[in-house]
């Protein structure tokens, strides 16, 4: 199957600073990707959907201005959260669909999350 | 989307069938049923998709009424290392639909 990957697998940063996220996919092109949160015990929670060449669309409730998402080509989306606080502190995951998977339509292929935390 | 609930948690033994079903109420005409699997400190893995009736991979059966208001993820001969969080999503045919995730089903499966 595709394989998406996310870098980095896990980050500490300091309360105030702002953390960079990448998503790639590997060996396929996605116009689309998308970007959840996962904090412990808990289910995923989409964040927002990132779209090739134009802004992202963002969920109720998500702050566009903290979580900067940039998908500048068809293999690569960026989150970054900015002035980061440890209520930030999560596990972040990113997903894509594979354009040409045909007609498994509710299959997207997840990367391995970042896990972030905010001292 | 249609909204989707499943129990919050299940117990099984090694050697067993593990049937987790899903309700789907409000499902709409086009919308498919899809389930994945998560292990702990790891992305969502896609396990299977159905429209109706039933379908069959290499790893699980997913089974669905006629009505499509349910469906019921089947799991043959688990073993410990099926112990994950099973989803159950409905996801809209054709384009690139967010996938909203629900509560899951935590599967426990003991030696």
């Known amino acids: 199957g595709a394989v998406v990957s996310q870098h980095p697998s896990w980050v500490i940063c300091k309360s105030g600073t702002s953390v960079k996220i990448e998503c790639r996919s590997l060996d396929f092109q996605a116009t689309t990707m998308f970007w959840y949160r996962q904090f412990p015990k808990q289910s995923l929670m989409l964040m927002a959907t990132s779209n090739e060449g134009s802004k992202a669309t963002y969920e109720q409730g998500v702050e566009k201005d903290k979580f900067l998402i940039n998908h500048a080509s068809l293999t690569l989306s960026t989150l970054t959260v900015t002035s980061a606080h440890p209520e930030d502190s999560s596990f972040y995951i990113c997903?894509?669909?594979?354009?040409?998977?045909?007609?498994?339509?509710?299959?997207?292929?997840f990367g391995p999350g970042t896990r972030l935390t905010v001292l | 989307l249609a909204k989707t609930t499943q129990p919050i948690s299940m117990d099984s033994y090694e050697g067993q069938e593990v049937n987790i079903t899903c309700s789907h109420n409000n499902i709409a005409t086009n919308d498919y049923i899809t389930w994945y699997q998560q292990f702990p400190s790891q992305g969502p893995r896609f396990i299977i998709q159905g429209y109706k009736t039933k379908v069959t991979n290499e790893v699980a059966s997913l089974f669905i009424p006629a009505d499509r208001k349910s469906s019921t993820l089947s799991l043959p001969r688990v073993s410990l290392s099926d112990t994950a969080v099973y989803y159950c999503l409905v996801a809209l045919s054709g384009g690139y639909n967010k996938l909203i995730f629900g509560a899951g089903t935590r599967l426990a499966v003991h030696p």
């Open positions: 997903s894509a669909r594979d354009q040409a998977s045909g007609g498994r339509w509710g299959e997207q292929f």
